[in-house]
């Protein structure tokens, strides 16, 4: 099927590189000249794993292209609108995006469009979007509008997109469920050739959901609160075990042997960032208050989250006495691993008060260092850990990469002034640090020191 798909960002391409994967013929239009020009000239615009090669034996293969956006709603019978919905001042999600597409498909297309809208969007946004297709139709245009919400994460977006658990459709129209039925046939019947893994172990048919458009708009936004106040509800935990001795780590674990709750999002951390949870989290509180619906445990979920990096600095501050004038290494600063997304990261928030504070950080990332020094063009960028960690007074673990788990902890132990790691991820156990001669702080867990033994042993005397 012919497929257009508006906008080039985590989603838009993502969506349009798997869709061309499992066999449509997909345009995808962006608005951004620079994000476009790199696209057209074989680049990439952001980091996610294997997007780059999807998307070049998909050009290849003459089954995908970029241009505009004018362009892309000309190709396709189904558009997708994965355009930003970023949070207003009020919380309230800003849809100018959307209905700057709408607008431009009323006024230019006939015959029969599928407006898809994939983006994250408050309840009713499906309705808004009917009644401007309407009022701006000026060439009898034919259309139905859908929701289709999508749930892939960064970092494996990829594989969500292609192996998803559900495909949630909302829609007043049988002739566009039909058609999204037949557009995602390849991947709820799992028949495509997959990308990524050659015996590919997620071959389970996804689930095909067919609702009506404010249920499936709901969907969405309720699934990502949910899943956010399973974050704010551990790191409240974390606090009390802080205080009254407890590893939360343990009570996750117990916790989520019951099915009922599950283990997943029991990870307590220094909280949630990126561009879904925070600003869904907002726009969903928005469109209860203004439905007349008590959403204050949602109030609470995004308090709880917001005084998590606070939580960290004080525990810092605790340790060092004087933050000012302190050397810093700061390991990570993508929103999670995986991705070079800083959007809405608790890195930005920590490294804002810490320079505020008076402390000298040097910073480190496998990919986002190029998006964080767009919003933080003051502080210092390191080509690896170490580089960050030279004559460090302490080392703050804000995101839990992979490559932090191989680390030579002697050299590491080498070059810092104080062996002092606080782990904002809880990505090590205490033993393993301390054997090196570190002393470790983490969350939700009692803090460790290193005896004289272990520096001894460090230092190579013992
Ligand atoms: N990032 C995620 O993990 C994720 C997951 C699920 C859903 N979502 C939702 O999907 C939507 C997109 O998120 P994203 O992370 O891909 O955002 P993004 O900012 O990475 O991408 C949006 C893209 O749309 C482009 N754009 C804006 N107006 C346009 C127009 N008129 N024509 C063509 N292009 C236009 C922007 O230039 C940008 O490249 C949001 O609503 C988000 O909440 C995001």
Redesign the pocket.
């Known amino acids: 099927m012919k497929i257009s798909v ?8 993502t969506s349009a590189a798997c869709l061309a994967q499992i066999g449509h013929d997909v345009f995808c ?4 000249l620079a ?1 476009l020009h790199k696209l057209q000239s074989g680049g990439m ?2 980091f996610e794993p294997h997007l780059e090669q999807i998307i070049q034996d998909a050009r290849q293969s003459g089954r995908l292209a970029f241009g505009s ?1 004018e362009e ?1 709603i000309d190709r396709g019978q189904a558009i997708f609108i ?4 970023p949070p207003l001042k009020n919380g309230d999600a800003d849809l100018s ?1 959307i209905e ?2 709408a607008r ?1 498909i009323a006024k230019r297309s006939s015959g029969y469009r599928l407006v898809i809208e ?4 408050p309840v009713q946004t499906g309705s808004q979007l009917r009644k401007h297709l309407s009022v701006h139709n000026t060439n009898r245009l034919d259309y139905d509008v859908a929701s289709n ?6 970092g494996s ?1 990829v594989t969500d997109f292609l192996h998803p658990d559900r495909i949630v459709v909302g829609t007043d129209s049988e002739r566009a469920t039909g058609l999204l039925r037949e557009i995602y046939r390849p991947i709820i019947e799992q028949t495509f050739a997959c990308p990524v893994h050659t015996d590919c172990p997620h071959r389970n048919p996804a689930r095909f959901l067919a609702t009506d458009t404010n249920s499936a708009e709901l969907i ?1 936004h309720a699934s990502n609160s949910f899943l956010a106040m399973k974050i704010s509800f551990i790191n409240m935990v974390a606090n009390l075990c802080e205080v009254v001795g407890a590893d939360v780590t343990k009570v996750a674990e117990g916790m989520g042997l019951d099915p009922r709750i599950g283990a997943s999002f029991l990870k307590p951390g220094i909280g949630f960032g ?3 949870f925070p ?2 989290l907002q726009a969903f509180i928005r469109i209860a208050e203004k439905s007349g619906c008590d959403f204050s445990l949602l109030r609470e979920v995004e308090k709880i989250n917001d005084r998590r990096v606070e939580h960290l600095i004080e525990k810092l501050r605790t340790e060092l006495w004087v933050v000012r004038g302190k050397k810093l290494a700061v390991w990570g600063l993508a929103f999670k691993p995986d991705t070079d ?1 800083v959007r809405f990261a608790p890195s930005i928030v920590l490294l804002k008060s810490l320079s505020e504070e008076g402390a000298v950080v040097r910073a480190y990332d496998p990919q986002a260092m190029a998006k964080a020094s767009e919003v933080l063009p003051a502080v210092t960028y390191c080509a690896d850990p170490y580089e960050a960690a030279q004559g460090a007074d302490a080392v703050l673990i804000v995101t839990e990469w992979d490559e932090f788990r191989t680390l030579d902890w002697s050299r590491l132990r080498n070059l810092v002034e104080r062996p002092l790691i606080v782990d904002g991820r809880n990505m090590f156990q205490a033993a393993e640090v301390t054997r090196h001669g570190f002393q470790y702080i983490s969350i939700g867990r009692p803090s460790a020191s290193h005896s004289a033994e272990d520096v001894a042993i460090a230092e190579g005397r013992g």
């Open positions: 508006i906008g080039a960002g985590y989603v838009g391409l239009g962006e608005s951004d994000k615009p952001l956006t892309a994965c355009v930003g919905t995006a700057t597409v431009s994939k983006s994250t969007v919400p999508e749930f892939l994460r960064e977006a969405k990126g561009f879904c600003k869904d997304d």
